[in-house]
């Protein structure tokens, strides 16, 4: 089955300054990757995902980047703010079941501290 | 994105007990759900796969006649915690979703006395 490896485990940076977290995959059949950042007690929020026939996408502070060849794939904040602290967990598609759900093997998370 | 709602979002029961947890879509059909568990500080463990109008798909090591689900319409999947350990006290999740993308519940975290 896939294996997602995520690091690091806690990232500390300062206000303003920038902030990447990165996954490797094991499964080459996987062709989904999203990002999701979740907030103590609370549930995950989708933020970026990015297809394996992309290798780049922007919104606005937040951009994922995908290396299929590698199989890794990166977040990158930019300008970080104090709210963006949160647990960030990047996925990536095991397999695609039938109709429209994705079946999701997650990283271990990072916990991303923005000093004020 | 897609609204996903789960119930109730808070639990405390006693050790024994059975516990059912409501996962619904909104404002989609999802012919498939997923259940995860999450313990403090670690990642999202898928638990179980629930497709709607057949038996659920459990992970290895996920006990099936513990963990009860039921997805009886294309927008409601239960998950029951049944005799209810203090080791079975977690943060449960559901998700689902449309083609654009999965989304989760609120999670319901159970807390068993």
């Known amino acids: 089955g896939e294996n997602v490896e995520q690091h690091p485990s806690t990232l500390s940076v300062q206000e303003g300054d920038s902030a990447v977290i990165k996954c490797t995959y094991s499964d080459s059949a996987s062709n989904y990757f999203p990002w999701y950042k979740q907030e103590l007690g609370k549930r995950p929020q989708l933020i970026i995902d990015?297809?394996?026939?992309?290798g780049e996408k922007k919104d606005q502070r937040i951009a994922v980047t995908l290396n299929k060849t590698a199989k890794h794939f990166s977040l990158h904040i930019t300008e970080t703010q104090p709210e963006d602290s949160a647990v960030y967990f990047c996925a990536a598609n095991r397999i695609r079941v039938s109709g429209s759900a994705r079946q999701l093997t997650f990283g271990s998370g990072t916990q991303l501290t923005v000093l004020p | 994105g897609a609204v996903v709602s789960q119930h109730p979002s808070r639990v405390i029961c006693k050790s024994g007990t059975s516990v059912k947890i409501e996962c619904r879509s909104l404002?989609?059909?999802?012919?498939?759900m997923f259940w995860y568990r999450q313990f403090p500080k670690q990642s999202l463990m898928l638990m179980a796969t629930s497709n709607e109008g057949s038996k659920a798909t459990y992970e290895q090591g996920v006990e099936k006649d513990k963990f009860l689900i039921n997805h009886a319409s294309l927008t409601l999947s239960t998950l029951t915690v049944t005799s209810a350990h203090p080791e079975d006290s977690s943060f449960y999740i559901c998700?689902?979703?449309?083609?654009?993308?999965?989304?989760f519940g609120q999670g319901t975290r159970l807390t068993v006395v």
């Open positions: 404002d989609f059909q999802a012919t498939t």
């Open positions: 990015i297809r394996s026939n992309v």
């Open positions: 998700s689902a979703g449309p083609h654009r993308g999965t989304f």
